[in-house]
Nanobody
């Protein structure tokens, strides 16, 4: 019933920008902590960004200042605007949702719902 569907991944040059989207169904994003994790080849899935139901945002140190998370309640969609992309940003990006209130220490084990991911590749 709950489904998170990511879109917008692709290939982009270093220094470029990309926006990925997460369309949620079966849950209202305004009632959840919504965010993004990513997993690069050979690495653990890591927290990227979070937006709480009241609009506060949190970011991993590696992306702060470059990425912006936002939500559109009318569309029930969460976005991640990625600017100044670096090759090390290359990863599968996963949309995530938790009914609990999360923060910058959000761990993957505390995610209630996952999307299937969208691949972002940043070339050098």
């Amino acid at each position: 019933q709950v489904q998170l569907v990511e879109s917008g991944g692709g290939l982009v040059q270093g220094g470029g920008s990309l926006r990925v989207s997460c369309l949620a169904s079966g849950l209202p994003i305004r009632g959840y902590s919504m965010g993004w994790f990513r997993q690069a080849p050979g690495k653990e899935r890591e927290f990227v960004a979070l937006i709480r139901s009241l609009g506060s945002t949190f970011y991993a140190d590696s992306v702060r200042g470059r990425f912006t998370i936002s939500g559109d309640n009318a569309k029930n969609t969460v976005f991640l605007q990625m600017n100044s992309l670096k090759p090390e940003d290359t990863a599968v990006y996963y949309c995530a949702a938790s009914l609990a209130t999360m923060g910058a220490s959000w761990k993957s084990r505390r995610v209630d719902y996952w999307g299937e991911g969208t691949l972002v590749t940043v070339s050098s």
